[in-house]
């Protein structure tokens, strides 16, 4: 048997809560388009609440030197140790939720996912208009993990509301407050997380994830280079991302990326820096330098990986200019083409 690549790590839900809000963990999907259904995440919940099993967890070993630094728009205390491979939806639903925070859609529209439980029939549901009329359903159930709810005081207004409309049997009220106990103690729910070793390159990471979650969506060479940049650089994420978005989207009264030619996607554009900064057209050998590793030793390097990361700045720079891009497309329409539909798809991905 050859090196073991991975190590197993016990953590409760509160711990990963935890180490998000720490930064321990990384999860840029937090502010990037959440693709799970509002149903799905019901079914998350509800099969977390009846005891089953909700499927491993992948991080990988960031390898970077430990240091303290903030990331994205939230205060973070550390640089994350670990990246999410595998889980990223799964973890967004679950801070989203227990938190109260809202996640973004691939329109890129914000949204809170509310959902209801019904403490008598103990199931979870989506919270529509009819649910939230509903008496026998807490409307909300991100309050039970709400610093400022006392869950003595959310149980009496429920049974108050249930009060109002019909009568409640003794038996109704023990099971009641017993129900909403067990939701509120969803926070010891168990997980268990592989680690992968940062000496383990992104082919490698890729199999792993391939390996052991068949159905899932598979990784790629851009995939990892933006979790990356989340990491170290999360402004240029965001910025890539919001550039995605204007190119949507007319604007009134300034210029913008909109245009009626492609609507690109954080992949496509980075593609393009990464031609223009590194002169490379695979994204195996970008990641990698980005990460700080000298090819060589193996070895990562502070140093290098800021060096590296000024040049991936200075090209994006360029490539998102509106000067640009602007020209991009008057080249577009010289050649000939009119509109999106003349256009294949390989063609702007690779451009």
């Avoid at 502070?302 to 200075?314: D, G, M, N, P, T």
Wanted: charged share 25%; glycine share 4%.
């Amino acid at each position: 048997m050859g090196d073991i690549l991975f190590k197993r790590v016990d953590y409760s839900l509160s711990k990963l809560i935890e180490d998000i809000d720490l930064g321990e963990i990384g999860l840029p999907e937090i502010q990037r388009p959440f693709v799970w259904a509002n149903t799905k995440v019901r079914d998350l919940f509800d099969s977390m609440y009846k005891g089953f099993p909700v499927g491993y967890l992948l991080f990988w070993v960031n390898g970077a030197e430990e240091q303290h630094r903030q990331i994205g728009a939230s205060p973070k205390q550390k640089i994350p140790r670990l990246m999410v491979i595998d889980g990223q939806q799964r973890l967004t639903s679950l801070y989203s939720v227990i938190k109260g925070i809202a996640v973004k859609r691939k329109n890129f529209r914000e949204e809170r996912i509310k959902l209801a439980f019904s403490p008598i029939s103990e199931t979870f549901e989506v919270a529509d208009a009819a649910i939230r009329r509903d008496p026998e359903y807490v409307t909300d159930i991100s309050a039970f993990w709400s610093q400022e709810t006392d869950m003595f005081d959310l149980a009496d207004s429920y049974l108050e509301k249930l009060q109002n409309s019909r009568e409640i049997s003794p038996e109704e009220r023990k099971k009641i407050r017993q129900s909403i106990q067990n939701l509120s103690n969803l926070l010891n729910y168990p997980f268990i997380a592989l680690e992968v070793s940062s000496s383990v390159d992104e082919e490698q990471a890729a199999e792993v994830f391939v390996r052991i979650n068949s159905k899932g969506t598979a990784l790629n060479q851009a995939d990892f280079i933006l979790t990356l940049m989340s990491v170290f650089w999360d402004e240029g994420r965001s910025e890539l991302e919001e550039f995605c978005q204007s190119a949507r989207k007319p604007s009134k009264g300034k210029p913008s990326p909109f245009n009626y030619f492609i609507e690109p996607d954080a992949s496509h554009l980075l593609r393009v820096s990464i031609a223009l900064g590194f002169r490379r057209a695979r994204l195996r050998y970008a990641y990698s330098i980005l990460r700080g590793k000298d090819l060589e030793t193996g070895e990562f390097s502070e140093k290098l990986r800021e060096e590296q990361f000024a040049v991936l700045k200075s090209a994006q720079s360029y490539a998102l200019d509106l000067s640009n891009w602007h020209e991009f497309f008057k080249v577009l329409v010289s050649a000939g083409y009119r509109s999106g539909k003349l256009i294949p798809f390989p063609f702007y991905y690779c451009a």
